[in-house]
């Protein structure tokens, strides 16, 4: 799943960044500017008193261009579209494909933000925002770049969303031995993930890796289940598998009981007792009287000892 994120690691499918949030941003970064620009500003003025007005006024413009132009394009150039603004609200300027922004992307934006921002007031900006599916700019539009938010309020790990009510258990006759580790962690990122994506680009990869999870499991797909609901409940039943696994099924007679799609318990197997060997000692007869020489009798021959097996013998 290596195609979900290009670049450098920014994920495809975050949400655009709006207006209101845009409109922050700048604001705070025309803040920074303008101070700087003033400070300097006043330096110069004192710097050049003794110079004529055409120079003053060459220095001025210069000063500006510089400070209100050339800062914020070097500072997104070395920064990869985070602007001290953007860094303050969670936003990014990226390319199309997701990659970071280079020179000749920050040039162009800021280029264009001299005629959007400075000279109209942030009128044709706002405009052309609002206009776009994707809140862009005129700058953004001519650089091929796109705002996003990077961080999302209140995006932390949080566990995997419980599926429908009506979902419970439908799926435990699944066999998901085939699914491989990389596609549940796929799945798992996703629907931790999937309320900060894009609702068209969420449904998308929603339905592509409930395509990859049938695919491996052999079974036809549901009639009826949305994408998401599906994945939410395999994940939920591989985890009640694994707790089965880990400490017991729990069943109608406790634990060690079979559960649906759990493990089947093995029949118990049936050992024949072992009796131990008891040797037979052969019976000496008694010697009889001493009255005539008998002839000395052959050597008994040696009696194995009887091993009893469990089995009873034949009649």
């Not at 207006?19 to 003025?45: E, H, K, N, Q």
């Not at 007031?121 to 776009?132: D, E, H, K, M």
């Not at 406790?254 to 052969?282: K, Q, R, S, T, Y």
């Amino acid at each position: 799943m290596s195609d979900l994120v290009t670049g450098d690691a920014v994920v495809l499918g975050l949400r655009p960044a709006r207006l209101p949030s845009r409109a922050l941003a700048i604001f705070l970064d025309l803040l920074v500017y303008l101070t700087g620009y003033l400070v300097i500003s006043i330096g110069l003025t004192v710097a050049t008193a003794s110079l004529d007005p055409a120079a003053q006024a060459a220095v001025s413009v210069a000063s500006f261009l510089l400070v209100l132009v050339g800062v914020p394009i070097a500072v997104e150039t070395l920064s990869h579209g985070r602007s001290l603004g953007k860094l303050a609200c969670g936003l990014r300027v990226v390319r199309d494909d997701g990659g970071p922004i280079r020179f000749r992307h920050a040039l162009v934006r800021g280029a264009m933000g001299v005629v959007e921002l400075l000279m109209t007031f942030g009128a044709v900006a706002c405009i052309a925002s609002l206009v776009s599916a994707r809140g862009r700019r005129l700058g953004d539009v001519f650089a091929g770049a796109l705002v996003v938010r990077e961080r999302v309020p209140g995006a932390r790990v949080m566990p995997v969303p419980p599926p429908p009510p009506w979902l419970a258990g439908r799926f435990s006759g699944l066999d998901l031995s085939a699914v491989p580790d990389g596609l549940w962690l796929a799945i798992r990122q996703y629907l931790t993930r999937m309320n900060q994506l894009d609702p068209q680009v969420g449904a998308a990869m929603a339905a592509r890796l409930a395509d990859d999870l049938v695919a491996r499991t052999g079974a036809p797909p549901p009639v009826g289940v949305p994408a998401a609901a599906f994945l939410m409940a395999v994940v939920h039943e591989r985890q009640a598998r694994d707790a089965a696994r880990a400490f017991g099924p729990v069943g109608p007679a406790g634990f060690g009981a079979p559960v649906p799609g759990g493990p089947v318990p093995a029949a118990p197997v049936l050992v024949a007792p072992v009796m131990p060997v008891v040797p037979v000692v052969p019976v000496v007869p008694a010697a009889a009287p001493a009255t005539a020489p008998a002839p000395a009798a052959p050597p008994a021959a040696p009696v194995e000892p009887v091993r009893r097996t469990g089995f009873a013998p034949p009649a």
